[in-house]
Nanobody
Framework: QVQLVESGGGSEQAGGSLRLSCAAS????????MAWFRQAPGKEREGVAA???????YYTDTVKGRFTISQDNAKSTLYLQMNSLKPEDSAMYYC????????????????????WGQGTRVTVSS
C-alpha cells in the first residue's frame, strides 16, 4: 500500500509562488499516475494536474502556464510548483495516486484514485 503526505502549503500574496510536496512511501512502483487535486469551501474537488509513469503531464486550463507538476525518478516525491498565484487558487490541495494510467480526459476523475493524502492548505490574498 502507498501512503501520501503533503507539505508546503501556506499563505502567499497574489503573484507569489509556493511549492507543494507529496512524500510517497510504500509500493510506489505500483502507481502509474499521480495527481494534485484541490477543493475550495463549497466547491467540488477539482483535478489540478497529473503526471504518469512515462512523464506525460496534464493540467486544468486555469493553471496552465502557471503550475508545474513533477516527480523524482524514484516516484518518492511529487511536486507542484505554483507561480503567479491568484486568490482563486486558494483551496485545500490533495495528492492522489492510482495504479492505472491517466489520460487527458480522465486524470481529473477523483473517483479513479484510491490513495489520498491528508491535504495541505493554500491561501492566496489579493
Amino acid at each position: 500500500q502507498v501512503q501520501l503526505v503533503e507539505s508546503g502549503g501556506g499563505s502567499e500574496q497574489a503573484g507569489g509562488s509556493l511549492r507543494l510536496s507529496c512524500a510517497a512511501s510504500g509500493n510506489t512502483r505500483s502507481t502509474d499516475c499521480m495527481a494534485w487535486f484541490r477543493q475550495a469551501p463549497g466547491k467540488e474537488r477539482e483535478g489540478v494536474a497529473a503526471i504518469d509513469s512515462w512523464g506525460s503531464t496534464y493540467y486544468t486550463d486555469t493553471v496552465k502556464g502557471r503550475f508545474t507538476i513533477s516527480q523524482d525518478n524514484a516516484k518518492s516525491t511529487l511536486y507542484l510548483q505554483m507561480n503567479s498565484l491568484k486568490p482563486e487558487d486558494s483551496a485545500m490541495y490533495y495528492c492522489a495516486a492510482r495504479d492505472r494510467a491517466c489520460f487527458k480526459d480522465n486524470y481529473g476523475d477523483s473517483g479513479a484514485y484510491a490513495i489520498w493524502g491528508q491535504g495541505t492548505r493554500v491561501t492566496v490574498s489579493s
